[in-house]
């Protein structure tokens, strides 16, 4: 089996990939993060997500408080979570192994990457749409390709071709090393904020105003003026769907915060760009969708923004077409920064540290890609509404991995940890606990889970579990009550019965990750060697495991 290994010095709990980051590597600096937040946030999810609020009757103002509300949370919770990588310079994989254990933090991240793989394939099915549109503009014949899929199939087979073209494209991106999509990053983000704009201001000067959906949402979906309660859970269960839609992404933060130049770097991207991102593309594209269908009242609701480039084409003089290629292309590549760096290497991070001898970053994207396609990502954009529940449900299993996270970091260690323990798999670690497990994080977790699960299994088969509203207003509150639960919990316990190492940090720099590096543009292009051959003695005594 050795031939299977990954190239340099592993162990059962470490390689090169989730090492903390030697200098060399951290090469991410302010305007970096700017940028990647740019390309990765104004995606098709965040354009097509917002305006699915209006499916559930609310209006276009009512749409935008409630996407404005939970990017004020989201924000808040990523510049939170960000904050250990960008100090230590290790990834989520190994700073939950300080509340979980070495062994413990394994189901985290198996949570983590089932969502990466569902996300991978949500995220390459939009890039597969958009690949389509960018086909169609080109060759309007492409459109009308014989569908060899039977009607329970959920797409036609130019909607299959453009997705595995998509997905091709992807594959060789999955190979670079993270600190090397800065560049890529900044043209994506450049190309995407013109074409939203250029998509948004022309369809408000088509229009002429905000469109029809400004105030009377009904007469497009037949759902009656929301008023008093049941308008207020309506726009809380959209401001838990909206959170839910970034609840692995608030987990994974410190993926990227590792590889800022000084810690805090990341939090300028964080702070500016998110917020700006988040709202800005929900707003862009529920006044889009709303302008949409009124100069469009033939068509059905575009709130896909490929719907629209689509009708756009089929409505527009044949000019058109080269406009509705560059739209495309732009979202093409923001697409591609989110498959391949927000869902291929975070979920391929996540499996190299489940299989550190075996399993690299790249091989992990790669897994990650392959099952990506075996969800089925085209049945789940059916609708508007399944899509709100695909998107928010699972928030209530990472809600209580995320306020665990935060009080153990935060509170409990005051963000001081041991970190050459993290990777010590010996009674010696502060962090091994119950061979490798800790057994208060089990019990924060599932209590975090237990009150929202009614409502939950009420969400996916609402025919077969019948609960009260009291539950489903539960369910609809699952991410922020979650990490409350599971935080308060956890400085319970550790109140009660205190975990060892608290408060503690290595009295040396055991990895070299904390040294100052002069610039990090002096080490691009340079041959890098093993990061941990540099530390022989330590990492020989992790052999044994």
Not at 5 to 33: A, C, M
Not at 438 to 466: D, E, K, Q
Not at 504 to 525: A, H, I, M
Request: neutral net charge; charged residues 10%; hydrophobic residues 50%.
């Amino acid at each position: 089996m050795h031939f299977l290994e990954v190239p340099g010095h592993t162990t059962p709990y470490i390689n090169r990939d989730i090492i903390p980051l030697p200098p060399s590597r951290q090469t991410w600096s302010k305007k970096v993060f700017v940028f990647f937040w740019f390309a990765t946030a104004i995606n098709i999810a965040e354009w097509s997500g917002a305006s699915a609020s209006l499916a559930l009757g609310l209006t276009v103002s009512q749409a935008i408080i409630v996407n404005l509300t939970s990017t004020i949370i989201i924000t808040a919770a990523l510049v939170i979570s960000g904050y250990g990588g960008g100090q230590w310079h290790v990834p989520f994989a190994v700073i939950n192994r300080a509340p979980w254990g070495l062994r413990g933090s394994w189901f985290p991240l198996l949570n983590r990457v089932l969502l990466s793989c569902c996300w991978y394939g949500v995220q390459g099915w939009f890039g597969g749409q958009m690949t389509k549109v960018m086909i169609g503009a080109i060759w309007p014949s492409f459109y009308d390709m014989p569908n060899t899929f039977g009607p329970d199939a959920a797409m036609e087979t130019n909607d299959f071709v453009a997705f595995i073209i998509f997905w091709l494209v992807c594959l060789p991106l999955l190979l670079l090393k993270p600190e090397f999509y800065r560049i890529p990053a900044i043209i994506s983000a450049v190309l995407v904020l013109v074409a939203a704009l250029a998509v948004f201001l022309w369809a408000f000067v088509k229009q002429g105003n905000g469109g029809p959906l400004f105030s009377n949402p009904e007469t497009v979906y037949g759902i009656g003026n929301l008023q008093g309660s049941q308008l207020a859970w309506v726009m809380v269960r959209c401001i838990n769907s909206g959170i839910g839609g970034w609840a692995g992404g608030i987990l994974y933060q410190s993926d990227f915060s590792r590889y800022a130049v000084h810690p805090g770097d990341q939090v300028y991207g964080q702070i500016f760009s998110i917020p700006l991102c988040l709202l800005g593309s929900n707003i862009l594209g529920i006044v889009t969708t709303s302008c949409a269908r009124g100069f469009y009242p033939n068509e059905p609701l575009l709130w896909k923004l490929y719907d629209l480039l689509q009708a756009i084409q089929r409505n527009e003089a044949p000019v058109a077409r080269a406009a509705v290629f560059f739209a495309a292309f732009a979202f093409f590549l923001s697409q591609l920064s989110v498959t391949v760096v927000a869902c291929g290497v975070v979920g391929g991070m996540d499996l190299a540290a489940l299989c550190p001898r075996y399993i690299d970053i790249r091989r992990g994207s790669l897994i990650i890609a392959v099952i990506g396609i075996c969800i089925n990502p085209w049945k789940i954009m059916n609708t508007a509404n399944s899509f709100i529940s695909a998107i928010s449900g699972y928030a209530v299993f990472l809600g209580p991995l995320t306020g665990i996270m935060f009080a153990d970091y935060h509170f409990l260690r005051h963000r001081r940890i041991k970190l050459s323990h993290l990777f010590l798999p010996q009674t010696g670690s502060d962090y091994w606990f119950w061979h490798g497990l800790n057994w208060r994080a089990p019990i924060a977790w599932v209590l975090g889970v237990w009150a929202s699960l009614p409502g939950f299994c009420a969400s996916v088969t609402p025919a077969s579990a019948i609960v009260s509203d009291a539950w489903v207003h539960v369910y609809y509150l699952s991410w922020p009550l979650s990490v409350c639960i599971s935080a308060s919990v956890w400085m319970m316990l550790n109140t009660i019965s205190p975990a060892p190492g608290i408060g503690e940090v290595d009295d040396n720099d055991v990895f070299g990750t904390l040294e100052k590096f002069q610039d990090p543009k002096d080490s691009e292009g340079k041959e890098e060697s093993d990061h941990l051959n540099e530390f022989p003695t330590y990492i020989a005594s992790l052999d044994h495991a």
